[in-house]
């Protein structure tokens, strides 16, 4: 007499609960429940065969079919944050995931950004661009009075004088001749006519009253201080040839009294007794 339905066809679809010949454990992707083999759900995964329960996908994979024996990573620009994921999600803008498995998505550093969701990288920003914050949808232009090149990572103030009144620009310009530059964000200013400014002037440079004053590209003595420079230096020559004069005519009367005293009368006596004399006393 046939058995229905065949021994093998039921050990096949049912769960293992003795050791007998007429029984086979639960595939692999299925488990006991209870007594029963039973598909594992979307999110969990059973590697092995005769397991009693299904495993949820770590963090990073998922598993969006039954019967799951392995979970599949998360591509480049996803992400799953929980275990027993049946999908990744995409990383929002401003943020990106380069690698396989990603648990989270990393911002962008500032400098660069991302405008679309599932990044793999963040863009750096372009020449005059700047994205002084992390996790940035953009770039926005440099503001007036500063600069960003290609290689720099943020957008710089100008130089003393230098100006740059335009935004998102890669450099400044020097301050021409004849204007100078208080401010990097405004225009060159035009030099007073009585001062003058040469390529780079900051500010404009005037003669010190009285005693200078323009003439072109420099500051030249006023009339008075070159009357009252040659007083000083007549003044001081003067001085000069009366020390000189008094000088020779201390030399002159001296070579004039060497010559009128008689040789030798540079000795000097003491107590009316020349020097080299022997002194006499009187005796008691």
């Known amino acids: 007499m046939s058995v229905w339905p065949p021994p093998l066809l039921w050990s096949l679809t049912t769960a293992c609960l003795t050791d007998t010949w007429s029984c086979s454990c639960c595939t692999e992707g299925s488990c006991l429940d209870p007594g029963a083999c039973a598909p594992c759900p979307a999110g969990h995964y059973q590697p092995a065969r005769g397991q009693q329960q299904c495993l949820p996908c770590p ?33 929002q803008k401003g943020y990106f995931s ?17 405008n679309t969701t599932s990044c793999t990288l963040c863009l750096a920003c372009p020449a005059g661009h700047e994205a002084p914050h992390e996790a940035a949808e953009g770039c926005m232009l440099c503001r007036a009075g500063t600069f960003k090149g290609l ?3 943020a957008c710089k103030p100008c130089e003393p004088g230098e100006y ?13 001749e004849n204007h100078y530059c208080p401010s990097p964000d405004v225009n060159p200013i035009k030099c007073p006519p009585d001062a003058f400014c040469p390529m780079g002037s900051t500010a404009p440079q005037f003669c010190m009253e009285v005693f200078l004053y323009k003439v072109g590209s420099s500051c030249q003595l006023t ?54 004399r022997e002194p006499v006393y009187a005796g008691w």
């Open 59 to 91: 963090k990073g994979r998922y598993a969006n079919t039954t019967s799951s024996t392995v979970c599949s990573p998360c591509p480049p620009g996803h992400y799953a944050n929980e275990s027993g994921a049946t999908a990744c999600s995409a990383c």
């Open 98 to 114: 380069s690698q396989q498995n990603a648990a989270f998505c990393l911002p962008c550093l500032p400098g660069s950004f991302c």
């Open 151 to 153: 290689g720099d990572d």
């Open 164 to 176: 740059q009144p335009q935004r998102g620009q890669e450099s400044c310009d020097l301050c021409p």
């Open 223 to 276: 009339p008075l201080v070159i009357v009252l420079l040659a007083l000083f230096s007549a003044g001081a020559i003067l001085i000069i040839f009366v020390l000189i004069l008094r000088r020779r005519q201390e030399s002159s009367t001296k070579s004039l009294k060497s010559l009128l005293l008689p040789r030798g009368s540079e000795r000097h006596t003491t107590y009316g007794v020349m020097e080299h």
